[in-house]
C-alpha cells in the first residue's frame, strides 16, 4: 500500500470513529442505571451546567474468596467557567479528603436532610467566595449497611462520596448540598 493510500484509510477511520467517540459521552441518564447510589443536586447557581459525568470500574480485592471484583464509581462536575461543583465517589481504598496544608482554611460542620457532613475551606470566614471547599468522605445508608455486614468488603452496593466546591461561598455549597438527592428519583432538574 503507498503512502497516499494509507493517509486515506487513516483518514477514512478517523471520519467513522469520531461520531462513534461522540455517543459514547457518559450522562446522567447512565448513572440512573447504575445499582449504586449516585448522588446529584436539585439545585445548582445560576449559571451552572453539567461540565462532566464519568464511570469508571475499580478493582476491588482480592477478598475473603481470593477475588478481585470491578466495583462501579461515579464523578460528576457543573460549573459556569469560573465557578465549580462536583462529586466523586469511592467503593474502598480512602483517606481523608479534607486535609488542607494551607494556614488560612477552616473547618466546620453542615446539618444536611442526609446528615452531618464535616468540610473544610479556604480562606477562613464565613463570608465570600471560597477558593476551595471540601467534604470529607460521606457514607450512603447502603455503605453502612455493607460495612454492618462484611469485615472485609464494604462496597458491594454502598459508596463514599466527596463533595467539592470551587469559587462558590459556603451558603451556595450548603444550598447545593442541602438539595442532594439519589440519581434513580432524579426529576431531572440538575440538567
Known sequence: MNFQSRIACCLCALVFALPLAGSQATT???LKKLEITCFVPSY????????????????VGP??????????????E???GQKTFSIESAAEGIGDRNIMEEEDSEETELKTPLGPMYLIYRPKGKEGDKIEIL????EDEQ????????????GELGRFHGFTGEGISLAEFQKIVESLHPAKNSADKSK
Open 135 to 138: 467534604t470529607n468522605w460521606f
Open 28 to 30: 446522567l441518564d447512565d
Open 143 to 154: 455503605m453502612k449497611e455493607d460495612q454492618a455486614k462484611s469485615k472485609t468488603w464494604h
Open 78 to 80: 457543573w460549573g459556569d
Open 63 to 76: 477478598l475473603e474468596d481470593g477475588k478481585t471484583y470491578k466495583a462501579p464509581e461515579y464523578a460528576i
Open 44 to 59: 445548582l447557581p445560576k449559571g451552572f451546567k453539567l461540565k462532566k459525568v464519568e464511570i469508571t470500574q475499580e478493582d
